[in-house]
């Protein structure tokens, strides 16, 4: 079982919901309301990509494939997972774990998924700050256009760190402050690449920046070395 012993759940149409010491489900603010998930990839595709990103949304796919659609087998923990778009880059034989604030978001991810025929996915509503589940359990993780979203960047990696085997990969895309018109708000709390970098490997973490060009996007893996 992936899931601390523990953690209690609750199974909600395919989504799993935490509970309380009340036995009360957890809530949490999304970003974008709950009633409004519906729009998420139209604002992704038509809003935030080319306006905020500077960015081609069809090359952050390509990316994403040729660094990812390789995977076969593997448990894979993504972070933020939103919609379920890695339909669009992950194989269907893995072992597809999901995490995300927003359970409107995962219900549009738990249809993606299921139309897409992936038949080994379970998706969390759950904070990535304070995540659910055993230690050392996962093989890859996966967070894209999302880190500057989480409250405690430190943490995370914490958790990260504590829920990926040794030797596992992380795969990030995020938007860089020192590539960002001054004009352009993005919300969240951006990091330069070097600190990224700092502070990946402060718990690690071997960083590796990739070579891609993508407006202001930096994609970069994180391998973990267990001390």
Same mark, same amino acid.
């Given at each position: 079982m992936?899931?601390k012993? $523990?953690?209690?759940?609750?199974?909600?149409?395919d989504?799993f919901?935490? =509970? +309380?010491?009340?036995?009360?489900?957890?809530k949490?603010?999304?970003?974008?309301?709950?009633m409004?998930?519906?729009?998420?990839?139209?604002?992704?595709?038509? !809003?935030?990509?080319?306006?905020?990103?500077?960015a !081609?949304?069809?090359k952050h796919?390509?990316?994403l494939? !040729?660094?990812?659609?390789?995977?076969?087998?593997?448990?894979? =923990?993504?972070?933020?997972?939103?919609s379920? +778009?890695?339909?669009?880059?992950?194989?269907s034989?893995?072992f597809? $774990?999901?995490?995300?604030?927003?359970?409107?978001?995962l219900?549009?991810?738990?249809?993606?998924?299921?139309?897409?025929?992936f038949?080994? $996915?379970e998706?969390?509503?759950? +904070?990535?700050? +304070?995540?659910? @589940?055993?230690?050392?359990?996962f093989d890859?993780?996966?967070?894209?256009?999302?880190?500057? @979203?989480?409250?405690?960047?430190?943490k @995370?990696? @914490?958790?990260?760190?504590?829920?990926?085997?040794?030797?596992? !990969?992380?795969f990030c895309?995020?938007?860089?402050?020192?590539?960002?018109?001054?004009?352009?708000?993005?919300?969240?709390?951006?990091y $330069?690449?070097?600190?990224?970098?700092?502070?990946?490997?402060n718990?690690n973490?071997?960083?590796?920046?990739?070579?891609?060009e993508?407006?202001?996007l =930096?994609y970069?893996?994180?391998?973990?070395?267990k001390?």
């Amino acid at each position: 079982m992936k899931v601390k012993e $523990t953690i209690k759940i609750v199974n909600r149409k395919d989504v799993f919901f935490l =509970l +309380d010491n009340n036995n009360k489900i957890k809530k949490f603010k999304p970003w974008l309301g709950d009633m409004f998930s519906f729009l998420y990839d139209r604002i992704m595709e038509k !809003s935030i990509f080319p306006k905020k990103f500077s960015a !081609s949304i069809s090359k952050h796919y390509e990316i994403l494939n !040729s660094e990812l659609n390789h995977i076969r087998n593997a448990n894979i =923990l993504e972070l933020a997972c939103g919609s379920g +778009d890695a339909v669009k880059f992950l194989n269907s034989d893995i072992f597809f $774990t999901g995490v995300d604030i927003s359970k409107g978001l995962l219900k549009i991810a738990n249809k993606n998924f299921h139309q897409n025929k992936f038949s080994n $996915t379970e998706l969390f509503v759950a +904070d990535v700050c +304070d995540l659910p @589940f055993q230690n050392d359990y996962f093989d890859y993780g996966i967070c894209n256009l999302s880190l500057n @979203f989480f409250k405690n960047i430190d943490k @995370f990696i @914490f958790e990260l760190r504590r829920v990926l085997k040794n030797n596992a !990969s992380f795969f990030c895309s995020i938007p860089l402050p020192e590539k960002k018109n001054p004009r352009v708000k993005i919300h969240g709390l951006l990091y $330069t690449k070097e600190k990224l970098k700092e502070k990946f490997q402060n718990q690690n973490f071997v960083f590796e920046e990739l070579p891609y060009e993508n407006g202001i996007l =930096l994609y970069f893996k994180a391998r973990l070395e267990k001390l």
